[in-house]
Every structure is written in C-alpha cells, then in structure tokens.
C-alpha cells in the first residue's frame, strides 16, 4: 500500500513583507544581540502548534521579515533586513541533546501557513513553541541506515511532489535530496550534481575538485512563488565526496530545479550555479574575503540570508551569489534555519 506523504496541520498565520535590503553604507556587520523569549508579535498557541508571527488581527501581512535560525539546541527568530538584526530566543528543543536523544536539530522547515517542523539525526520532529520551550509534539523515526545523516530539511509546495499538500524534503551531506513520507519512509528526489571548472562569474573551483560531487555545506530553502517554486541550496566542493576532509572553505550558492523533484530520481536536480558567496565590491567587511559554513539559509526578495556556523549572518545576492555579512552573533553557532514557502521572491536572472 502506498504511504501518504506527510501531512500538514491547521496553524497560525505566518505573516510577513519584505523590508528594504542594507545599503551599501551599513554592510559592515555588527555584533548582534540575543533578545528574551519575549518580543513576538504574537503569542503561541499550544493546541496548534503554530506561532503567529508579526501579523496584525486584520490577517493582513505584518511590517517585518521574520524567519527562523537556531543553534543545535535552541530555537530563535530574527528578522535579518532589520537595521540591527537581533536574535529573540524562543526556546530549547525537548527531545534532543540528552540521554537517548538525538545530540541536535540539524535544520528547520517552515510551511505556507508557518507550521514548523524539525529534523535531526535520525527522526523528524513537529514542532511547537509552548512556554518558552520548544516542544517536539510528535516525532518520526526515518527509515535510514545509522550512516545517513540529514542537515537540510525544506518543503516541497503543493504541485510538485503532491498534488494536494507540501511534502518535507531533507537533504544529507553527500548531496543527495530524499523526500519523507508520513511513516518515515525516504524516496530520493535528486542530487547536487558535479562540480564546475568555474561559478561562472570568475572562480574558478580547484582542479582536483572539478567533477567531483557537490557536498551539502548546510541547507536548502524552497518557496511557492505564485505555482512557479524556486529553490536555493549552499554546497561545497571537495575532492572526495562524500568525505568531508580538505572541502573548501567557501561555499557556494546555487538554484535548485525544484519541479524536478516530482518522482523519485537519482538525477542532477541544480538549474544553476549562481556563485561562489564571496564579498561584494560595496561591502565593507574587513574580516571576511568570502563566507562558508552556511548551515542555514532562508531567502525574500532577491536575497538569500546565509547563517553561519560561526555566528554570522550574511546577505547573499541571488543572481550571483555575492555577499555581505550583515551580523556577528559569537555565541550562536547556527545549526539551521527556515522560512514559509509563502515568501515572497524575486527570481534571479536565467544564466
């Protein structure tokens, strides 16, 4: 009998709108603060599991972007186009990191109705935000072998893997994309594909890692778009994938061809290499040359926000992967991150 694919629950609204992007004159990121539990714009609802974000009782969109980051531990929200982008914690997850449990939440996900969801080493996790913790309401184990790990985790929209509801879709580091169904079961709906002699606008990648398989650096991010879904992916190259030795230190953006995940396949799913994520010429970052260790990344507008693990948060060009830090948060090693597949994008120029 065939398994139906993940279910979704009724939620809260997930209410955002894009605020303008940094300027030239604020790229330099700051250090930024970790706020309280508090500073929502709206309260959680236990029963639902749902969080409503910024969004005023008329159910019109809020003033404010606001998206998911979290450490391997605790949950935060941030809205990276803010002038001083500021982390508010929600809370620490329930069932990972102690005895028995899986040590971390590798990633978030985050539906069209802000439902939220998380994954970790071997399970998938609903998520509810309930008194300051964040509780894992319902866990499923996932149908892997114990070598198999997931860092990644998105939404497929409604139309791509199913006609009727969004699917989650995790990725590992080898590069390969599965999609999980409601019993935990995977199906693999693609791979990153290989690597190129060049990103295309100048960088050119080391010999030794051209051809080679495209490794998971951190996160994938898929929104709706009007019915025409795009993806986002940062991947490393390395010289021997899927080992995680001499990868290098930057990472690089790229366009998924989300559509391509409708059946199971083994196939290169990329659409484009939008670029290295190296710095802007009208940034003014004195520390960093380029960023890797992006583990999260959410996108609004023409932008991707890369989270690092060593803290940053970075604005990331989609047309051709450049970037700015926009933030430094020492004593958030960040893990993972996520937005609705509501967001609002502008898609990037075909190349």
């Known amino acids: 009998m065939r398994v139906p694919l993940l279910p979704l629950f009724s939620v809260l609204a997930f209410g955002s709108a894009f605020a303008a992007c940094a300027t030239a004159g604020s790229d330099t990121g700051g250090a930024g603060g970790v706020a309280g539990a508090g500073g929502l714009g709206g309260g959680g ?3 639902s599991g749902g969080i409503l974000l910024d969004a005023p009782s008329d159910g019109t969109a809020g003033s404010s972007t606001l998206v998911y980051a979290h450490t391997d531990t605790t949950l935060f929200q941030i809205d990276p186009t803010s002038a001083s982008p500021s982390l508010a914690q929600l809370g620490d997850f329930d069932c990972v990191g102690a005895s028995g449990q899986d040590p971390a939440m590798t990633d978030v996900a985050v539906d069209k109705d802000g439902k939220l969801w998380g994954i970790s080493h071997t399970q998938v996790h609903q998520l509810e935000v309930v008194n300051k913790v964040v509780h894992c309401a319902k866990s499923i184990v996932l149908a892997a ?3 198999v790990k997931f860092y990644a985790l998105t939404f497929a929209p409604v139309g791509v893997i199913s006609a009727t509801e969004e699917v989650l879709v995790a990725g590992n580091t080898a590069g390969e994309l599965w999609a999980i169904d409601a019993a935990g079961n995977l199906s693999q709906r693609g791979v990153f594909g290989d690597v190129p002699v060049s990103d295309g606008n100048g960088h050119v990648y080391p010999t030794d890692h051209q051809n080679k398989a495209w490794e998971l650096s951190g996160d994938i991010v898929f929104v709706e778009n009007d019915g025409n879904p795009i993806g986002f992916a940062t991947v490393r190259d390395c010289p021997n994938p899927p080992a995680t030795t ?3 230190n930057t990472d690089t953006l790229i366009e998924i061809d989300v559509p391509k995940l409708a059946k199971a396949n083994i196939l290169p799913v990329t ?23 992006m ?10 926000y890369g989270f690092s ?3 940053n948060l970075v604005e990331i060009d989609t047309s051709d992967g450049s970037a700015c830090l926009l933030s430094a948060f020492p004593n958030a090693d960040f893990g993972g991150a996520g937005v609705t597949t509501k ?7 075909p190349k």
Do not use: E, M
């Open 343 to 349: 967001a609002v994008v502008i898609p990037p120029p």
């Open 45 to 47: 609802s236990g029963g």
């Open 145 to 147: 072998s114990l070598d």
């Open 309 to 311: 693990r060593t803290g």
């Open 246 to 248: 001499s990868c290098s």
């Open 271 to 293: 659409k484009a290499v939008r670029g290295q994520i190296v710095k802007r010429p009208n940034c003014s970052d004195t520390q960093n040359t380029a960023y890797g260790s």
């Open 295 to 304: 583990y999260g990344i959410t996108t609004w507008a023409d932008k991707v």
